[in-house]
Nanobody, 120 residues
Framework: QVQLVESGGGLVQAGGSLRLSCAASGRTFSNYAMGWFRQAPGKEREFVAAISWGGGSTYYADSVKGRLTISRDNAKNAIYLQMGSLKPEDTAVYYC?????????????WGQGTQVTVSS
């Protein structure tokens, strides 16, 4: 089992920044690719960003490229999502995810989510 706990969400004005964190505990953290997903009200959960086991590869949804940066610290069992130039359409619950494969199909573990609200 891997437990994932997100933090860092909140209310921010458009154009502002936030940094989300995800703390992992349980099984070996470095065995998993890690990612962020988000779900806006009335919409399906969607992929945001992913980072490989050692952190050498990253992948982003087109909608966030250049504005959001994913990183991980295997020594601290944590991943981060630095969010900048935020837009109202970034408003969603953001979920941390762990997967044993790069496709994140399936996601092995989910966090409980943290709310990000961007006001216009």
């Amino acid at each position: 089992q891997v437990q994932l706990v997100e933090s860092g969400g909140g209310l921010v004005q458009a154009g502002g920044s936030l940094r989300l964190s995800c703390a992992a505990s349980g099984r070996t953290f470095s065995n998993y690719a890690m990612g962020w997903f988000r779900q806006a009200p009335g919409k399906e959960r969607e992929f945001v960003a992913a980072i490989s086991w050692g952190g050498g590869s990253t992948y982003y949804a087109d909608s966030v490229k250049g504005r959001l940066t994913i990183s991980r610290d295997n020594a601290k069992n944590a991943i981060y999502l630095q969010m900048g130039s935020l837009k109202p359409e970034d408003t969603a619950v953001y979920y941390c995810a762990a997967s044993s494969n790069w496709s994140f199909a399936p996601v092995d573990y989910w966090g409980q989510g943290t709310q990000v609200t961007v006001s216009s």
